[in-house]
């Protein structure tokens, strides 16, 4: 069984055709990879949905690193930055395995823009602090997303894109942790 996620919010559809920037996913390039053809066509539509969530983390941290202001600033534009130093790694993983299991990877930003599941990322922000909540919100959603993810890989039996999906959740935990530690809390 695989969970859809939804979004809260709609947004613009793209003018083209679908068929004109996707391709059917059950069309797969030929390989020797032994997984089964429909287990190959079901996680390469998955790991997609993943891509584009993973590109859209990547523009949310940018934006922050460009944007945070405060006695914070440098500390904070240095943290988003290495942030998105890894999330360019999380990009480049799952569009590489989409690509080893025969699929084409769909990473442009109008298919980004059509598919994310990440709530937009607030423009007229500007300090430390709601940088850190809005960037936290984007990490989280991405970890919820991705652990998803690895739920559906398990069940359609490909430990591969499993392990590439766990190795981004143990990832992004540690960023949240470290963009949520600039908050202070007491215990709930
Ligand atoms: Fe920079």
């Not at 390469?44 to 983390?57: G, P, S, Y």
């Not at 405060?70 to 360019?88: C, Q, R, Y």
């Amino acid at each position: 069984m695989t969970r859809t996620i939804t979004r809260s919010s709609e947004r613009t559809p793209v003018s083209r055709e679908a068929s004109e920037t996707r391709y059917d996913t059950t069309n797969l390039y030929p390989t020797r990879n032994d997984l089964p053809e429909p287990t190959r066509a079901q996680v390469v539509l998955l790991l997609n949905q993943r891509l584009a969530d993973a590109i859209d983390l990547q523009t949310q941290c940018k934006q922050a690193h460009w944007n945070v202001k405060g006695p914070t600033f440098i500390a904070l534009h240095k943290l988003f930055d290495e942030i998105n130093e890894s999330v360019e790694e999380y990009v480049d993983l799952i569009a590489e395995r989409v690509v080893q299991l025969g699929g084409i990877a769909e990473g442009t930003i109008g298919i980004v823009s059509e598919r994310t599941t990440l709530e937009g990322y607030p423009l007229t922000i500007s300090a430390g602090h709601d940088h850190v909540a809005a960037l936290s919100d984007a990490l989280a959603g991405f970890a919820r997303t991705v652990r998803i993810g690895i739920e559906e890989m398990n069940e359609l039996e490909d430990a591969g894109s499993a392990d590439v999906l766990t190795e981004i959740s143990r990832g992004v935990d540690q960023w949240l942790w470290f963009v949520e530690a600039h908050q202070t809390h007491t215990l709930s």
